[in-house]
């Protein structure tokens, strides 16, 4: 990849992951608007974009870069885009990672109500309180851009890169170098989750197990289409994984 387009494509990701991040801020105003040690808005904001602006172009340098010097795929869409070229739609094989994680988001509804029914208490209702159109914007963009950038692209990759070195010094990365990332990256996906969890409710071992397995299938499905096809075909599963997610709780419900 040319330097010009490296960074070109590192500031395009920077762009969409302050998007993402804004994209949030709607469901944190809702659920803990009256805090009162939160800053006044527009500091909030403006806090958010330049935060956000460093560490998603760190993220995208990185892991950019680690992608390409173990054989992973990276971003091919926006890589040929930066660089003039057309875009290999047919390589990323869009439509399948949103099937994917449509079915994805499903078999999470469907594993949580089998095994963690009952174990929240009321006052995790407050999430579900929030408008649909809010949480789904923050699902669609910060987990479908921003978390993908940060648990594939970044997290992933150097994992890859650190554990493929240890492992096969100077090669491309092999299977178990890979397969052993795609699991971290799931499980560190999972316990970033907590932090949310636990200021709605207690955190017990079972909220913590189910933090882990829930949102760790997602990270799994993901990490694998992000090492198949890319990073983009990874957001698009991560996005298409939240309608059914935010979709079917409510379903169940009525």
Same mark, same amino acid.
């Given at each position: 990849?040319?330097?010009?387009?490296?960074?070109?494509?590192?500031? /395009?990701? $920077? *762009?969409?992951?302050?998007?993402?991040?804004?994209?949030?801020?709607?469901?944190?105003? /809702?659920?803990?608007?009256?805090?009162?040690?939160?800053?006044?808005?527009?500091?909030?904001? #403006?806090?958010?974009?330049? &935060?956000?602006? !460093?560490? @998603?172009?760190? #993220?995208?340098?990185?892991?950019?870069?680690?992608?390409?010097?173990?054989?992973?795929? *990276?971003?091919?869409?926006?890589?040929?885009?930066?660089?003039?070229?057309?875009?290999?739609?047919?390589?990323?094989?869009?439509?399948?990672? !949103?099937? #994917?994680?449509?079915?994805?988001?499903?078999?999470?509804?469907?594993?949580?109500?089998?095994? @963690?029914?009952?174990?929240?208490?009321? $006052?995790?209702?407050? @999430?579900?309180?929030? !408008?649909?159109?809010?949480?789904?914007?923050?699902?669609?963009?910060?987990?479908?851009?921003?978390?993908?950038?940060?648990?594939?692209?970044?997290?992933? $990759?150097?994992?890859?890169?650190?554990?493929?070195?240890?492992?096969?010094?100077?090669?491309?990365?092999?299977?178990?170098?890979? /397969?052993?990332?795609?699991?971290?990256?799931?499980?560190? @996906?999972?316990?970033?989750?907590?932090?949310?969890?636990?200021?709605?409710?207690?955190?017990?071992?079972?909220?913590?197990?189910?933090?882990?397995?829930?949102?760790?299938?997602?990270?799994?499905?993901? *990490?694998?289409?992000?090492?198949?096809?890319?990073?983009?075909?990874?957001?698009?599963?991560?996005?298409?994984?939240?309608?059914?997610? &935010?979709?079917?709780?409510?379903?169940?419900?009525?």
């Amino acid at each position: 990849m040319r330097i010009t387009v490296h960074y070109r494509l590192v500031l /395009v990701l $920077s *762009g969409l992951g302050v998007v993402a991040s804004l994209a949030t801020l709607p469901v944190t105003f /809702v659920l803990h608007g009256e805090i009162a040690d939160l800053p006044p808005r527009p500091v909030l904001v #403006a806090g958010m974009m330049l &935060q956000a602006s !460093v560490v @998603f172009a760190l #993220a995208a340098h990185l892991g950019l870069r680690a992608a390409a010097r173990v054989g992973l795929p *990276g971003a091919p869409l926006l890589v040929a885009l930066a660089g003039g070229r057309p875009a290999p739609l047919a390589d990323a094989r869009l439509g399948r990672a !949103v099937a #994917a994680g449509l079915c994805t988001g499903l078999l999470v509804v469907a594993a949580d109500v089998l095994l @963690f029914r009952g174990i929240l208490p009321p $006052s995790a209702a407050a @999430f579900g309180e929030v !408008v649909l159109c809010k949480r789904l914007l923050a699902g669609l963009l910060y987990g479908g851009l921003a978390e993908e950038i940060l648990l594939r692209l970044f997290l992933l $990759s150097a994992l890859v890169y650190l554990l493929a070195r240890g492992w096969r010094a100077g090669a491309r990365a092999g299977a178990a170098p890979i /397969v052993l990332a795609i699991v971290i990256a799931a499980l560190v @996906f999972g316990l970033g989750h907590l932090p949310a969890t636990a200021a709605l409710v207690p955190l017990t071992p079972a909220i913590i197990l189910r933090a882990l397995l829930l949102n760790g299938l997602v990270g799994v499905v993901c *990490g694998l289409i992000y090492v198949r096809r890319g990073l983009e075909a990874a957001m698009a599963a991560h996005a298409a994984a939240h309608l059914p997610l &935010q979709i079917a709780p409510m379903l169940l419900m009525s």
